[in-house]
């Protein structure tokens, strides 16, 4: 087990910076904590989603099956949520990086489209492994589309329909019990497997297969940096470990890469 270098250390931000000063392919692989401080709330720390709602009545296709309205409802409920945040500090440190250095990525679990919106179309897109709240697609012919829409949830036909087959459409969100897409996840496994690092931010490191990325950088010989305010399953495994919020730790550790 590599050693655990973690922030209150003196060392700490020493060795995360020196390793990412050498490496020349970084993945920077990101969860909610990144999108906390723009106001976006996470899921499983306190004041968490999945504190108040319970994910099987609105994150599976069997809920969506039971009451698409009532799931609608409340994907219209985050959109307006997140419409009325701005990417941190962090989405943008992280957004300069990709735009500036030719072998760093952002694969995000995030479906916020905070990264995007940081990124302003410059350097390559972020990898969105759980889709967006801001794409939606149909049921019946799988045609899906860009849509900021406020979603009207007064009934089922007041929902967003498809405009070729006219079926209901879904938000194009990977749900409990659904593969990812394997195309995207694919490129995320490739990169991550040929990083000399990876950047993991703010994510719980609980749900796979994403969690399981951080693992193949360091089979692949990589190192692991963790950046987040509480530790997780990754800060046995990561080479140094900083405790922070992401928006404070990040740009620090990325201000002279
Ligand atoms: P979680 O809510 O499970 O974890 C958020 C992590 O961010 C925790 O480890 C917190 O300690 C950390 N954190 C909170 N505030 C932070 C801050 N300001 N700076 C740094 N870290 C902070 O969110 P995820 O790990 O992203 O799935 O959850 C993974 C997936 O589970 C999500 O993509 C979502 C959910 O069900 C889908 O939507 C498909």
Same mark, same amino acid.
């Given at each position: 087990?590599?050693?655990?270098?973690e922030?209150?250390?003196?060392?700490?931000? %020493?060795?995360a910076?020196? *390793?990412?000063?050498?490496?020349?392919?970084?993945?920077? &692989?990101?969860?909610?904590?990144?999108?906390? $401080?723009?106001?976006?709330?996470? +899921?499983?720390?306190?004041?968490?989603?999945?504190?108040?709602?319970?994910?099987?009545? &609105?994150?599976?296709?069997e809920a +969506?099956?039971?009451?698409?309205?009532?799931?609608? $409802?409340?994907?219209g409920?985050r959109?307006?949520?997140v419409?009325?945040?701005?990417? #941190?500090?962090a989405?943008?440190? &992280?957004?300069?990086a990709?735009?500036t250095?030719?072998?760093?990525?952002?694969?995000?679990? #995030?479906?916020?489209?905070l990264?995007?919106?940081?990124?302003? %179309?410059? !350097?390559p897109p972020? *990898? $969105?492994?759980?889709?967006?709240? +801001?794409?939606i697609?149909?049921? !019946?012919?799988?045609?899906?589309? $860009?849509?900021?829409?406020?979603?009207?949830?007064?009934s089922?036909?007041? =929902?967003?329909h498809?405009?070729?087959?006219t079926? *209901?459409?879904?938000?194009?969100?990977?749900?409990?019990?659904?593969?990812? #897409?394997?195309?995207?996840?694919?490129?995320?496994a490739? &990169?991550?497997?040929?990083a000399?690092?990876?950047?993991?931010?703010?994510?719980?490191?609980?749900?796979?297969?994403?969690?399981?990325?951080?693992? =193949?950088t360091?089979?692949g010989?990589?190192? /692991?940096?963790?950046?987040?305010?509480?530790?997780?399953?990754?800060?046995?495994?990561?080479?140094?470990?900083?405790?922070?919020?992401?928006?404070? /730790?990040?740009?620090? *550790?990325l201000?002279?890469?």
């Amino acid at each position: 087990m590599s050693k655990v270098v973690e922030r209150e250390s003196a060392e700490a931000l %020493g060795v995360a910076r020196s *390793l990412l000063r050498r490496a020349e392919r970084i993945v920077a &692989l990101t969860g909610a904590g990144v999108s906390a $401080e723009s106001g976006v709330p996470t +899921f499983r720390g306190a004041g968490g989603l999945w504190k108040t709602y319970r994910a099987e009545d &609105l994150a599976t296709p069997e809920a +969506f099956g039971r009451d698409a309205r009532l799931v609608w $409802e409340w994907y219209g409920w985050r959109r307006s949520v997140v419409l009325s945040c701005a990417p #941190n500090a962090a989405h943008r440190a &992280l957004a300069g990086a990709s735009a500036t250095r030719p072998d760093f990525r952002v694969v995000t679990q #995030n479906v916020d489209g905070l990264h995007v919106a940081a990124s302003d %179309g410059v !350097g390559p897109p972020p *990898l $969105e492994l759980h889709g967006s709240l +801001f794409r939606i697609r149909c049921t !019946g012919c799988g045609v899906g589309r $860009e849509d900021r829409s406020v979603i009207d949830a007064t009934s089922i036909e007041t =929902l967003p329909h498809c405009k070729t087959c006219t079926a *209901l459409m879904r938000p194009d969100i990977v749900w409990f019990g659904e593969p990812l #897409n394997a195309t995207i996840l694919g490129e995320a496994a490739r &990169l991550a497997s040929m990083a000399d690092v990876c950047l993991v931010v703010g994510t719980s490191a609980v749900v796979h297969p994403a969690a399981g990325l951080a693992d =193949l950088t360091r089979r692949g010989g990589g190192s /692991i940096i963790e950046v987040n305010v509480a530790s997780t399953p990754i800060t046995d495994v990561a080479a140094a470990s900083l405790r922070g919020p992401a928006a404070v /730790i990040v740009p620090e *550790l990325l201000r002279h890469e």
